[in-house]
């Protein structure tokens, strides 16, 4: 299990020789994971998990049909199993499909996580040590009920071997490296329960063990512990209508609701409808709609270094690249792989991603990332008279067509005549995506853009979860609709 | 749903079945390899599945997933550790990947310390659970869906086959649950957001139940329609139809309310219950119900699971779910719970409102088929949010008037199945969760509608 399957010529030659070369399309994608979970919580450690995952799926698009098939036998009679499965996948949906259109791309290249520190540098001992040491620092009063520090490896090798009856070969091969630091602590006081958390959700990335110093995973347990205990006293959030500056890390969720699954090519042809939803962007919207203010930028960047999603292929094969989904708040492209651009006829990207080797891939964000602007975070604070600034996202929740929308933050701060006055607990707003943007008033510049990356978005019948990434200043927007919780 | 054969057969560690065969032997051969006093215990999961994705009554994707994972834990005294592997379903692949496993997690035990909360079933109770029906070719259940979609716009996910768990251990227990199902999630949509959602699931596939399940989408679409209206934010009576009321349970569920662990960290939604005595509704009766489940009635560190957890009686709190980890911790025992603590099994006792006649307790006010993306506005006060999705109606004199487009609501637990909680039907259905993270799921609920004279809705 210590030398990597992806690097094995024999597995290759077995694979590449099961692919079949009379269809109109044939892929074998392998897959093989090998992850380390370590985990303290209050101070005891917890069960260490170490998961290896090997397996190969098989699709074929042959005579308007597409078939795929899973299968974790790697041996010549489990292959081609698995290639008479998709087989007759192809045979049985011949005729019956939303899509003739196959992937087209049979490219040939490789992506590799970029590594400063190997993880193996810091050894199991100085793991689970620094991990003990995070907890003490988390457990400082009675009134914290519970808090835990944790750290996820991940390596995910891949290999996507393409071919067709006209004699195309790809061959693609991506090295991830994924790294999850993540630390919560909980404070108590009768019916007063607050929770303040770091990493999880936002602060996790590709790389080695400098991704913990990329984040500041050894600076946060005390600042998060001291904020639990501040929100048990700090005031309920005012209700009402006023500004509100969303720190990165509470706009990682506002991109993702509101931009990245609207503007998802699968949801708006409807794959989607079933489970995740619609959407209420329509195709005519693109290259007209002011979907935000003129300060909205975003792209869709997998080439961003250490990002949690950047990648040099998706999982059709097509070349990654960064583009424009909005320019000046007009909203130019969709995030759709090479079929859903073929069924829509729209611009897209290569954004069509697999959960794993037992999954086919659908339309995902990458890295979704809203572009700096020219305003100080502290020029955007002081321009405030009357308003909130959120951080951390702990509630989402949105319509089937991503529009209305409501968020919770698990931190707030109060923002009155410019300053900030102190925290207020239990902030939430709600809005319109399609009005919200148009109400960016503010984005603040590079010195407060933070890439960031989200582990857990789900989507897909069937299922799927993937990671995300997003990067983002912070953001002012004006006249929002603000609450606080009951009191 | 019809049930096909069951068996639970106490004692005998299994009926020659291929999945549980090869378990019962990798487990067999692997404590034969245990050092000194070492203790393993084994998890199997794993489906043979076929899934067929439909968009507009055509086919998206189609295929097959055939996977079995195997998790173990390497108990030396109250030292541990675990890990998983991916089985090839090769023996001498799948030896090789779990002595690689072992020998990696013995040297990872000289890291770590005694475990105070370990705990794991040392007295070996084996069972057996094995339930098969007559389900469709895949290609003969493509032509049923797609006939059936004809002229319509069919979105949604077929998925049928086998699925399976197992449970096993070094001191020589066995337990095996398999069930082979089908399961169709999908909506007949009309127009945008505007669709009746259904589901159609069971062990034995049946045309006549299938057609009925389609008859019954149809009017609903019919119903659809009319001109939707859009209602102000404000408060309405509602009734919660069982899907609508199963999201609000969930999130419950999922986020501890009925879970020790979460209780004992004051983490639990329902805080106010614990802390200040507040109630729900005395018609709230709620229990993790395992024996009228579909889930396993065993859990990862070999406990079994009592039929019945009372976790709500008469609006007050019962009892919680334990984890083998969380009685350590704690100082109860156990009941058997998952890791997670939340229920799989999840009933709440019918009332008194006849179903066939909701419309008529309804009179005025909304019909919520389906809530949907619940979550919470203030977690400790157990306020949540949610949106309306699918068939919502209102209903004037208990006739429908016109679908509702989508409303956001935002109101806490103590209303809804508090105070404002009129009654609950008399009949509860049995909702089969169609979810496939990671794998089928096996949990699900049995849940009656909910009259509430109240919700606020705030968008």
């Given amino acids: 299990m210590t030398d990597l399957l992806i690097e094995s010529t024999a597995l290759e030659d077995r694979l590449r020789s099961v692919l079949p070369s009379d269809v109109d399309y044939a892929s074998v994608r392998l897959v093989d994971e090998r992850s380390e979970h370590l985990r303290v919580r209050r101070n005891q450690l917890e069960p260490m998990f170490t998961e290896f995952d090997t397996g190969v799926m098989i699709t074929i698009w042959n005579a308007g049909g597409l078939g795929y098939a899973a299968t974790t036998d790697l041996s010549e009679p489990g292959l081609a199993a698995a290639v008479d499965r998709a087989r007759y996948w192809a045979g049985v949906t011949a005729g019956a499909m939303v899509t003739t259109a196959a992937p087209v791309s049979h490219a040939v290249g490789t992506y590799v996580s970029p590594v400063e520190v190997t993880w193996d540098t810091l050894p199991l001992n100085d793991r689970l040590e620094l991990l003990q040491q995070q907890s003490r620092l988390l457990g400082i009063d009675d009134r914290i009920v519970n808090w835990g520090a944790s750290l996820v490896r991940r390596d995910v090798d891949q290999l996507l071997l393409t071919g067709s009856r006209n004699g195309d070969a790809g061959r693609i091969e991506q090295r991830f490296r994924f790294v999850y630091p993540s630390l919560n602590a909980t404070a108590n006081e009768g019916t007063n329960t607050q929770t303040r958390t770091f990493g999880g959700e936002a602060f996790c990335g590709q790389g080695g063990a400098e991704v913990l110093g990329r984040y500041g995973f050894g600076d946060a347990a005390t600042r998060i512990a001291e904020q639990s205990l501040e929100l048990l006293t700090a005031p309920n959030c005012p209700t009402g209508v006023m500004d509100v500056l969303l720190a990165p890390d509470q706009m990682i969720l506002q991109i993702h609701e509101s931009i990245g699954h609207p503007l998802e090519l699968d949801r708006i042809l409807g794959d989607e409808r079933n489970y995740a939803g619609t959407s209420f962007v329509t195709p005519d919207m693109f290259g007209t709609y002011q979907y935000g203010s003129e300060l909205l930028n975003v792209t869709f960047d997998p080439t961003v270094p250490g990002q949690l999603a950047s990648y040099g292929f998706d999982d059709d094969g097509t070349p990654a690249e960064r583009q424009h989904l909005i320019e000046n708040g007009i909203l130019v492209r969709g995030l759709g792989g090479a079929v859903s651009q073929e069924r829509s006829g729209l611009p897209g990207v290569a954004n069509s991603r697999a959960q794993n080797w037992n999954r086919p891939p659908i339309d995902r964000m990458a890295n979704l990332n809203v572009e700096p602007g020219e305003s100080t975070a502290d020029e955007l604070i002081a321009s405030i008279e009357d308003g909130v600034y959120l951080h951390t996202n702990n509630s989402w929740s949105i319509d089937d067509s991503r529009n209305k929308f409501q968020f919770g933050c698990e931190y707030g701060q109060r923002i009155e005549n410019g300053e900030i006055v102190g925290a207020v607990r239990n902030p939430g707003y709600r809005g319109i995506s399609s009005t919200f943007w148009r109400s960016l008033t503010g984005v603040a510049d590079r010195d407060s853009f933070t890439v960031m990356g989200t582990p857990n978005c789900g989507k897909g019948e069937l299922n799927q979860v993937i990671g995300t990434g997003h990067a983002s200043p912070a953001c002012r927007f004006s006249n929002i609709e603000v609450f606080g919780g009951e009191q | ?459």
């Fill in chain 2, 1 to 459: 749903m019809s049930a096909g054969t069951t068996s639970v057969v106490p004692g005998d560690p299994g009926s020659g079945n291929q999945d549980q065969t090869y378990f019962d032997e990798l487990v067999t051969a692997a404590t034969a390899t245990l050092v000194g006093d070492e203790v393993l215990l084994a998890n199997i999961s794993g489906e043979r599945t076929d899934f067929i994705r439909l968009n507009n009554s055509e086919v998206r994707q189609a295929g097959s997933v055939d996977q079995r994972t195997l998790a173990v834990d390497l108990v030396e005294g109250q030292r541990h550790t675990s890990g998983s592997v991916r089985l090839s379903g090769d023996r001498s692949v799948d030896d090789a990947r779990l002595a690689t496993l072992l020998s990696q997690l013995r040297d990872q035990r000289a890291f770590v310390a005694d475990d105070p909360f370990l705990l794991y079933n040392t007295e070996p109770v084996s069972t057996e659970r094995i339930e098969r029906g007559s389900i469709p070719e895949p290609d003969a259940a493509l032509a049923e869906i797609r006939s059936a979609g004809k002229g319509r716009d069919l979105v949604g996910i077929y998925a049928s086959g086998a699925t399976f768990q197992g449970f096993a251990n070094s001191l020589g227990q066995r337990n095996w649950f398999e069930s082979s199902t089908f399961n169709l999630d999908w909506c007949f949509y009309l127009r945008a957001d505007k669709a009746a959602k259904n589901l159609y699931a069971g062990f034995d596939w049946d045309d006549d139940a299938f057609a009925a399940k389609v008859d019954w989408s149809a009017r609903q679409v019919t119903a659809l329609e009319r001109e939707p209206i859009s209602l102000s934010p404000g408060d309405y009576r509602t009734y919660l139809a069982p899907r609508a009321l199963e999201e609000l349970m969930q999130l419950l569920s999922y986020s501890g309310a009925f879970g020790i662990r979460a209780h004992e960290t004051k983490q639990t939604p329902l805080l106010k219950m614990l802390v200040e005595g507040t109630t729900l509704s005395p018609l709230v009766n709620i229990s993790e119900d395992t024996a009228h489940g579909v889930a396993p009635n065993f859990q990862s560190a070999g406990f079994l699971r009592p039929d019945e957890v009372p976790l709500i009686v008469g609006g007050a709190y019962a009892e919680t779910l334990v984890s083998p980890r969380s009685a350590q911790e704690f100082g109860v025992p156990t009941n058997g719970a998952i890791g997670h603590e939340y229920p799989q099994s999840l009933a709440i006792k019918p009332g008194t409102v006849p179903s066939d006649s909701v419309g008529e307790a309804l009179g005025s006010g909304l019909f919520v088929g389906n809530l949907w993306y619940t979550n919470f506005s203030d977690q400790a006060a157990c306020r949540t949010t949610g949106m309306t999705r699918f068939a919502t109606f209102w209903m004037d004199d208990g006739e429908i008037v016109a679908p509702v487009n989508v409303l956001r609501f935002d109101d806490t637990a103590y209303h809804l199945l508090g105070e404002h909680l009129e009654g609950l039907t008399d009949t509860a259905e049995v909702l089969l969760d169609a979810s496939s993270y990671e794998r089928r799921s096996t949990d699900s609920a049995r849940l009656p509608g909910a009259l509430v004279g109240a919700m606020r809705f705030v968008l």
